[in-house]
C-alpha cells in the first residue's frame, strides 16, 4: 500500500503505458494531484506513454523521475492545436504581468546594480520600452525590430543580476515572476516525436508540442529526444525543450536531434530556409548545457540545434552540438567550454565576454556574428586552445571571424567588432583550400565584398572597427600566416608572440 508520501505515478490516475492509449489525459491528473500535494511523480519503467493529439497540457510543479519510460508524440496527422506544449515546468508562486508601480521600477540605466525595489521573493524581470524598437534584422528575413527589452534577477534587497543592456526613460511594460528557492528536477525519459507534415509554403507555422519551462531554478537531466518520419514537407519546430522568462535552467546529460531542414518564402519574396530547433531559450538569464549531446554534427541536412534570444549568461561545457546561436542578443557572459559544434557552428550577437575554450568547431567561420543584426559583438573575446576545421573540412577561404556590416543599415543601436580579440593556441585545419590560397584571414570583408564604389562616402551608421588583436600559439595545416582581412582598410593593431 502506498502512503502518503510516495511518488505518485501514472497509472493510478487510470494511464495505460500500452504505446496504444491516450495517456496525456491521465498524466495531466497526475501532475495536478501531485502540484495539489506537494508530492513528486516517477513513472513505470518499463511504460510507453502514448501522448494524444488533444490540446491537453501536464503542468509539473514538482520534481518529477521518468527513468526509462518511453513517451510517443505523433504528429503525423489530426492533431488539435499544434501550439500547445505537452509539458510546462512551472512555479506554484503567483506572478504575471503588472505596471512598473507595482515594483515601483520606472526607471533603469545600462549596468544598474541596485533599485529601491524590495520584492517579497527573489523575482525574475522583464522590462520593456515599446517606443524604441531594436534588432532591426536585415536580410532575406528582414523586419521592422522589437521593442527594447531586458530581463534579469531582481533580489530580495534591491540588487539586480545580469547586465542591463539599455536606458530606459521610461517602463512601458513589466512582467515579473517570483523565484522558488529550491530546484526543480526533472530526470529521465525516452521521447519520440513522429514529425508533422503540414505543407506551408508560405511563412512561417512554428509547431510546439513540446515540454515548455518557465520556473527559475530547474533542471533538466538525462532527457532523450528522437525525431522520426520526417518527408519532403513539414513545418518547423520552436524547440522541444523550450525554456523562456526565467531564470538559472540547466539542461545537463540530454540528447537531442536535429530536424530536417525545409523552405518557405521570406519577407521580401525569396525563398528562405526555415530553422527547426530541439531546444530554444528566450528571456532566459542562466542558461547553462551540461553534456548535452546529438549525433551527425556535421550533417548539412539538418538544421542547427538549438537557438536562443535576449539571454544573459550561457555556458555550453562539454557538448557535441551542431550549433550554438543567440539570435537576438546575448550579454554578460558566453562561454563555450570543452565542446565540439558541427556544420553550424558558432554564433553570436550581443555584448560582453565572448568565450571559446578547448573546443572544435567545424563552422564556415570559427565564430559567425550574425550580419542580419549588424555582426554586433560589444566587448571583448578570447579564444584559447582550440581547434578549427573550416565549413567541415570543405575546400574554403578561411575566415576566423565572419561578419558583415557595410555601415548603411540602422540595426536601432551602434554595431561594432569586439573591442579585443585574444588568441591563446589555435590550429586551423585548412588543408583543403582553394587554388592560390594564401593563408586565414582572421577578420572578413565588413563590406562583404561590394565595390567601395558603390557604397557611400560617408556610412550613415558605421561599423566600429576591433581595436586590437592578439596571436599565440596559432598554427595552420597549410603552414600559411595569417592574414587580416580582405578589406585593405581595416587598421587592426595585430600583436604576435
Known sequence: MESAKDPVNYESFGAQGDGVTDDLPAICKAHDYANEQGLSVKTRADATYHLGRRALTARIATDTDWNTSRFTIDDAQDVEDHRASLFEIVSLLESGAQSPDGLALHHLSRDQRQVDARPEHDCFVRVEDDSKRLFIRRGLNQNAGVPQSDCFVLRRDGSIEAD????????????????????????????????????????????????????????????????????????????????????????????????????????????????????????????????????????????????????KDILLQDCHLSRMDTHMGVSGSYIIRRCSLGHMGLNAIGRGELIIEDSTLYGRSLIGLRPD?????????????????????????????????????????????????????????????????????????????????????????????????????????????????????????????
Not at 521610461?170 to 526543480?184: A, G, K, M, V
Not at 514537407?233 to 536531434?257: E, I, K, M, Q
Not at 561594432?416 to 590560397?437: C, V
Open 164 to 311: 542591463i543592456d539599455w536606458d530606459y526613460e521610461q517602463i512601458t511594460r513589466l512582467d515579473s515572476h517570483p523565484i522558488d528557492d529550491d530546484t526543480l528536477f526533472v530526470r529521465g525519459g525516452v521521447f519520440t516525436t513522429c514529425a508533422n507534415r503540414e505543407h506551408h509554403p508560405n511563412g512561417y507555422n512554428y509547431w510546439s508540442r513540446n515540454i515548455a519551462i518557465s520556473r527559475s531554478n530547474t533542471e533538466i537531466n538525462g532527457l532523450t529526444h528522437y525525431v522520426t518520419g520526417e518527408i519532403d514537407v513539414g513545418c518547423p519546430y520552436s524547440g522541444f525543450l523550450n525554456v523562456h522568462h526565467c531564470a538559472h535552467v540547466t539542461f545537463r546529460d540530454c540528447w537531442s536531434t536535429g530536424h530536417k531542414i525545409y523552405s518557405t518564402i521570406g519577407a521580401v519574396g525569396k525563398p528562405v530556409s526555415m530553422g527547426s530547433y530541439d531546444m530554444n531559450a528566450n528571456n532566459v538569464v542562466g542558461f547553462t548545457l551540461i553534456n548535452c549531446r546529438m549525433n551527425h554534427i556535421t550533417d548539412r541536412t539538418r538544421w542547427g540545434v538549438i537557438g536562443s534570444n535576449f539571454c
Open 373 to 497: 543584426y549588424g555582426s554586433h559583438w560589444e566587448g571583448d573575446l578570447s579564444i584559447t586552445n582550440c581547434r578549427w576545421i573550416p565549413a567541415c573540412g570543405d575546400s574554403v577561404q578561411p575566415q576566423v571571424i565572419g561578419l558583415s556590416n557595410d555601415g548603411t543599415h540602422d540595426f536601432g543601436y551602434q554595431c561594432s567588432m569586439p573591442r579585443q580579440i585574444k588568441i591563446d593556441g589555435l590550429f586551423i585545419d585548412d588543408a583543403n583550400t582553394p587554388e592560390g590560397y594564401e593563408g586565414p584571414y582572421l577578420l572578413a570583408d565588413p563590406d562583404g565584398g561590394a565595390d567601395a564604389d558603390a557604397l557611400p562616402a560617408k556610412r550613415p551608421f558605421p561599423y566600429t572597427p576591433c581595436e586590437r588583436i592578439s596571436l599565440r600559439g596559432l598554427e595552420t595545416a597549410s603552414g600559411k600566416g595569417t592574414r587580416l582581412s580582405p578589406n585593405s582598410t581595416l587598421a587592426t593593431v595585430i600583436e604576435q608572440s
